[in-house]
């Protein structure tokens, strides 16, 4: 029994012994640079004192972001998402009610299958959380919340291109919402809840 223990215990030590290395060998942090086109829901309530029909939409656009990604092991890392303030334009029914910006900065945990192929592909999922600033709605009548804290699910791969170098592709789903007031009453709730389709180079060292 004491001889199975202890073939036990040295063959798990040198397993996470070559799975550091391993990992060691290409380095335990990465760094993707990618252009990411946000997909809107554009989902809402009906606006009070409107037609039934009338849903606010928020307008879908082209940004640049950058991740941070730590490799834990070989197959589990931790992705940070970030991009500068991007403003959207608001209509209702068809018609400019106005703009915003938002800030999504999104956290994700995620399982990466073939941490040593040329295709990885990986899943992830996590949180984020949207700032929301410079909101001018309705000639300045109109408001939204602050901030909107929801889900984060995704889904890519990176493929191998050289050494250290990969192609990326990545899509998410984000959780985004918020109340839209006017006067300080509610007069709707509008779901942007993206798809973010994402390409981009990463660098792993």
């Known amino acids: ?9 040295l063959y ?15 380095g335990s942090l990465m760094i993707r640079l990618r252009g990411v086109q946000i997909d809107t829901a554009n989902k809402s309530d009906p606006v009070a004192g409107t037609g039934a029909s009338d849903r606010i939409h ?8 950058i991740d941070i990604s730590y490799f834990f092991t070989r197959n589990i890392a931790a992705e940070l998402v970030l991009t500068y303030p991007q403003k959207h334009e608001v209509t209702l029914d068809g018609a ?10 999104t956290l994700t945990v995620q399982y990466h299958f073939l941490p040593e192929g040329v295709f990885r592909p ?5 949180v984020n959380l949207t700032l929301i600033s410079d909101v001018n709605l309705l000639d300045g009548a109109g408001s939204l919340d602050h901030y909107s804290i929801g889900y984060a699910l995704q ?3 990176d493929i191998k291109i050289a050494k250290n170098l990969f192609l990326n592709f990545d899509v998410k789903k984000v959780q985004i919402q918020s109340d839209v ?3 300080g009453s509610k007069i709707s709730a509008v779901q942007i809840d993206p798809w973010l389709y994402g390409v981009g180079i990463g660098w792993r060292f």
């Not at 400019?96 to 900065?105: A, C, T, V």
């Open 1 to 9: 029994m004491k001889v199975n223990v202890l073939a036990v215990a």
């Open 155 to 157: 889904a890519g791969a």
């Open 58 to 65: 928020v307008s879908k656009k082209t940004i640049p972001d």
């Open 96 to 105: 400019n009610i106005g703009s915003f910006k938002h800030l999504p900065p």
């Open 12 to 26: 798990a030590a040198l397993g996470c012994g070559v799975a550091a290395a391993q990992n060691a060998a290409e």
């Open 181 to 183: 007031k006017a006067g």
């Open 122 to 126: 990986y899943v992830g999922a996590g």
